[in-house]
């Protein structure tokens, strides 16, 4: 029970808490995966309309995306683990009122919970994973957290498939009761406490325009792709807009923002957030697309749908371990831009589909797309958490989560809004042949609806002409040419829709590459580097002979007691007396004309050499190019004194030889210096008997 960090060594059992977080995760990203193969059988047993089944995603879509940063920062404040049970418990309260419900609006009141719990569940994952596992270990571990995020999309559609074969759609929102409880459990029992030291004042004004803005605009693309940009969508868009502006100008005011929005001047933050926003936008568009054409286009059921989808999982695996290997290698950006050079690939494969596909067309687009899944968001993932310090690791959950599932949405509106447009115009001109029609030119009421739903989508066409076939056995070849148009009208949506993905993938990837830096300095904001050196070191070139030999002259020269300047006032004084002691002295002393061309020589060469290497001294030098500089100085002024000394040495005048000095006393033989040696030192020691010293 000792929080995470408090403790002076990693916590014991973190790889079994990592279970628990990866189970948390599990649920919130199968509760809409499963729907893909659950809306079907929803769709009619309720009779949802267009618009009805849109908000029954979007129930779950907009609290989850637009509440993710608020409930991460109050993680941080409170309690980290605290909030994640508190979320699995809502999330259990809303699957099991989802699954009790028989009315369109209980249906998407309790996504809305779910939506809600998800948006608590998932940052707190992210967070305790990060504040449980030391750094050496922190890269694996969000490498398993995201390939549980791709093995929770191809389990969503595989487990709800299986329960659809033999229970109705309620049973799909049961999928995540005994999950959510087994995690609860684990988070008791396993998960440390955890939440920020000195984390200060919760922003509550930016929370709520965090919460405003986001949910605006990603309702207002979602409206406005699927249903036009009526006045409806174009107020929330602008609502968000003008609250994106506030956001931004209150956080930059506040002391204790909820989301310093001067951190995206980091490239490493702004290039990994834009690259989970993109992936997860392209990503989710085009599995929204594929499983539709498997479970409509190619007749499987749910469970081959679940099944068909499960090498997307694996290849997410694959690409987790590469990643895991190459990053620390060759850096966020080689990684994190391969993999959506992969993902670009993957979807520019898909222009070559038609309506003769088969499986193993989407096969490679499955795998392609997994393994692409697998290189990027962990890279990313780490990315932005370790840009965020221990204080506020609920704010970057939230943030890498709110790109993720932003991505998502904007994905599933956009390229979805953009197959609907396709498939529509493609099967426009076969369903004026539509039957029905009154003697007026009307079409019945039954027969204006199949209408709408086979202009709508594959699925409702597919719906629409097994319906007839039931009803009306006469109109069976009608209903065979509407459901082979309705997958030939597809095809083509599907390829329309993959050059846009296409499109938006590349130019992504283009810019992600140009913001991510190859190497991360650092691995969190506190760790950077806060200063430069005013002269930074630069190494000498290459090592030579020359260079050698000029630093161990100027070792010898540092080494040698430096001589005074001779004062020229005074230097012919110095040198005379210099010169006194003989004639013949003087005369050896004085230098002859090749003496004096030498000199001038080495003032010439010790000139032109300073001259040199000050040539070759910038604005930033070296040790190496300071000593030589200085060897250089010192040769010229030595050049300089001897060249003076010298003159000065020619221009003396012949002197007398002096006379000899006579001697003040007589020459002693060695036995009389002996003798009075002797008498010295006898004198010397009685004066220094202790004799002397007793009166005293």
């Given at each position: 029970m000792t929080p995470v960090q408090d403790m002076h060594k990693p916590y014991?059992?973190?790889?079994?808490?990592l279970v628990v977080l990866c189970l948390s995760l599990l649920i919130v990203v199968m509760a809409n995966t499963s729907l893909l193969v659950a809306a079907p059988s929803m769709t009619l047993d309720l009779s949802l309309t267009s618009s009805d089944l849109q908000w029954v995603?979007?129930?779950?879509?907009?609290?989850?995306?637009?509440?993710?940063?608020?409930?991460?920062?109050?993680?941080?404040r409170y309690s980290r683990r605290g909030a994640l049970i508190l979320g699995l418990i809502i999330f259990v309260a809303g699957s099991v009122a989802g699954a009790l419900t028989d009315a369109t609006l209980g249906v998407i009141l309790a996504r809305i919970v779910m939506g809600v719990a998800a948006a608590i569940v998932m940052p707190a994952t992210l967070s305790l994973l990060v504040a449980t596992f030391p750094k050496r270990e922190r890269a694996t571990a969000v490498t398993v957290w995201a390939a549980t995020s791709g093995l929770a999309i191809a389990a969503g559609p595989l487990l709800a498939g299986w329960l659809l074969e033999s229970f109705t759609w309620h049973s799909t929102f049961l999928i995540n009761v005994p999950i959510a409880l087994a995690a609860i459990v684990g988070a008791v029992v396993l998960v440390p406490p955890s939440r920020a030291v000195a984390p200060g004042a919760i922003d509550?004004?930016?929370?709520?325009?965090?919460?405003?803005?986001?949910s605006t605009i990603v309702y207002a693309i979602i409206e406005g792709m699927h249903f036009g940009w009526?006045?409806?969508?174009?107020?929330?868009?602008?609502?968000?807009?003008?609250?994106?502006?506030?956001f931004v100008g209150w956080e930059l005011r506040h002391p204790n923002p909820l989301l310093d929005v001067r951190m995206f001047s980091s490239r490493i933050l702004s290039g990994a957030a834009l690259a989970v926003l993109v992936f997860f936008l392209v990503t989710f568009g085009a599995i929204y697309f594929v499983a539709q054409y498997l479970q409509f286009a190619?007749?499987?059921?749910?469970?081959s749908t679940g099944v068909h989808l499960l090498p997307l999982a694996g290849a997410v695996f694959v690409g987790s371990g590469i990643t895991m290997w190459l990053t620390p290698k060759l850096g966020p950006r080689i990684t994190v831009t391969a993999g959506m050079i992969v993902g670009t690939l993957s979807v520019v494969s898909l222009i070559g589909i038609d309506s003769a596909a088969?499986?193993?067309?989407?096969?490679?687009?499955?795998?392609?797309?997994?393994?692409?899944?697998?290189?990027?968001?962990?890279?990313?993932?780490?990315?932005?958490m370790g840009e965020f310090p221990d204080s506020k690791l609920g704010v970057g959950g939230g943030l890498n989560d709110t790109a993720l599932e932003l991505g998502g949405s904007l994905g599933i509106a956009v390229l979805g809004s953009v197959l609907a447009a396709s498939y529509r115009q493609g099967i426009e001109s076969f369903l004026q042949t539509f039957p029905g029609k009154q003697p007026n030119g009307q079409y019945t009421g039954q027969a204006a609806e199949g209408l709408a739903a086979s202009q709508d989508s594959l699925a409702g066409a597919v719906i629409v002409s097994d319906i007839i076939r039931d009803q009306n056995s006469f109109l069976g070849g009608f209903a065979d040419n509407l459901e082979a148009n309705a997958v030939a009208a597809f095809g083509d949506a599907v390829v329309h829709t993959s050059v846009v993905a296409a499109v938006v993938f590349g130019v992504g990837t283009v810019i992600v590459a140009l913001l991510i830096p190859s190497k991360t300095v650092a691995s969190t904001s506190s760790e950077k580097i806060a200063f430069e050196p005013i002269v930074p070191f630069v190494a000498p070139q290459a090592k030579n002979a020359a260079a050698d030999r000029e630093v161990a002259e100027l070792e010898q020269l540092l080494e040698r007691p430096s001589a005074p300047k001779p004062d020229k006032a005074g230097s012919k004084h110095t040198l005379r007396t210099v010169a006194e002691p003989a004639l013949v002295d003087v005369e050896l002393e004085r230098p002859s004309i090749y003496q004096l061309a030498s000199k001038v020589y080495e003032l010439d060469a010790s000139g032109t050499g300073a001259a040199a290497v000050a040539g070759k001294s910038g604005d930033r030098v070296t040790i190496h190019q300071l000593a030589l500089s200085n060897l250089a100085r010192t040769r010229r002024v030595e050049a300089e004194e001897a060249l003076d000394a010298a003159l000065e040495l020619s221009d003396l005048p012949v002197a007398p030889a002096p006379k000899p000095a006579e001697p003040t006393a007589p020459l002693q033989t060695f036995y009389q210096r002996a003798s009075t040696q002797h008498a010295n030192c006898t004198a010397f020691k009685e004066r220094s008997s202790s004799m002397w010293a007793m009166p005293l």
């Amino acid at each position: 029970m000792t929080p995470v960090q408090d403790m002076h060594k990693p916590y014991p059992r973190r790889w079994s808490a990592l279970v628990v977080l990866c189970l948390s995760l599990l649920i919130v990203v199968m509760a809409n995966t499963s729907l893909l193969v659950a809306a079907p059988s929803m769709t009619l047993d309720l009779s949802l309309t267009s618009s009805d089944l849109q908000w029954v995603i979007d129930g779950y879509t907009v609290p989850y995306a637009s509440l993710m940063l608020l409930c991460g920062v109050i993680g941080d404040r409170y309690s980290r683990r605290g909030a994640l049970i508190l979320g699995l418990i809502i999330f259990v309260a809303g699957s099991v009122a989802g699954a009790l419900t028989d009315a369109t609006l209980g249906v998407i009141l309790a996504r809305i919970v779910m939506g809600v719990a998800a948006a608590i569940v998932m940052p707190a994952t992210l967070s305790l994973l990060v504040a449980t596992f030391p750094k050496r270990e922190r890269a694996t571990a969000v490498t398993v957290w995201a390939a549980t995020s791709g093995l929770a999309i191809a389990a969503g559609p595989l487990l709800a498939g299986w329960l659809l074969e033999s229970f109705t759609w309620h049973s799909t929102f049961l999928i995540n009761v005994p999950i959510a409880l087994a995690a609860i459990v684990g988070a008791v029992v396993l998960v440390p406490p955890s939440r920020a030291v000195a984390p200060g004042a919760i922003d509550w004004i930016g929370g709520l325009l965090s919460v405003l803005a986001v949910s605006t605009i990603v309702y207002a693309i979602i409206e406005g792709m699927h249903f036009g940009w009526t006045v409806g969508p174009l107020y929330f868009a602008l609502v968000g807009l003008l609250s994106v502006l506030g956001f931004v100008g209150w956080e930059l005011r506040h002391p204790n923002p909820l989301l310093d929005v001067r951190m995206f001047s980091s490239r490493i933050l702004s290039g990994a957030a834009l690259a989970v926003l993109v992936f997860f936008l392209v990503t989710f568009g085009a599995i929204y697309f594929v499983a539709q054409y498997l479970q409509f286009a190619l007749g499987y059921g749910p469970v081959s749908t679940g099944v068909h989808l499960l090498p997307l999982a694996g290849a997410v695996f694959v690409g987790s371990g590469i990643t895991m290997w190459l990053t620390p290698k060759l850096g966020p950006r080689i990684t994190v831009t391969a993999g959506m050079i992969v993902g670009t690939l993957s979807v520019v494969s898909l222009i070559g589909i038609d309506s003769a596909a088969t499986y193993f067309d989407f096969l490679p687009v499955l795998t392609l797309l997994g393994l692409a899944i697998g290189l990027s968001v962990s890279p990313c993932t780490d990315a932005i958490m370790g840009e965020f310090p221990d204080s506020k690791l609920g704010v970057g959950g939230g943030l890498n989560d709110t790109a993720l599932e932003l991505g998502g949405s904007l994905g599933i509106a956009v390229l979805g809004s953009v197959l609907a447009a396709s498939y529509r115009q493609g099967i426009e001109s076969f369903l004026q042949t539509f039957p029905g029609k009154q003697p007026n030119g009307q079409y019945t009421g039954q027969a204006a609806e199949g209408l709408a739903a086979s202009q709508d989508s594959l699925a409702g066409a597919v719906i629409v002409s097994d319906i007839i076939r039931d009803q009306n056995s006469f109109l069976g070849g009608f209903a065979d040419n509407l459901e082979a148009n309705a997958v030939a009208a597809f095809g083509d949506a599907v390829v329309h829709t993959s050059v846009v993905a296409a499109v938006v993938f590349g130019v992504g990837t283009v810019i992600v590459a140009l913001l991510i830096p190859s190497k991360t300095v650092a691995s969190t904001s506190s760790e950077k580097i806060a200063f430069e050196p005013i002269v930074p070191f630069v190494a000498p070139q290459a090592k030579n002979a020359a260079a050698d030999r000029e630093v161990a002259e100027l070792e010898q020269l540092l080494e040698r007691p430096s001589a005074p300047k001779p004062d020229k006032a005074g230097s012919k004084h110095t040198l005379r007396t210099v010169a006194e002691p003989a004639l013949v002295d003087v005369e050896l002393e004085r230098p002859s004309i090749y003496q004096l061309a030498s000199k001038v020589y080495e003032l010439d060469a010790s000139g032109t050499g300073a001259a040199a290497v000050a040539g070759k001294s910038g604005d930033r030098v070296t040790i190496h190019q300071l000593a030589l500089s200085n060897l250089a100085r010192t040769r010229r002024v030595e050049a300089e004194e001897a060249l003076d000394a010298a003159l000065e040495l020619s221009d003396l005048p012949v002197a007398p030889a002096p006379k000899p000095a006579e001697p003040t006393a007589p020459l002693q033989t060695f036995y009389q210096r002996a003798s009075t040696q002797h008498a010295n030192c006898t004198a010397f020691k009685e004066r220094s008997s202790s004799m002397w010293a007793m009166p005293l």
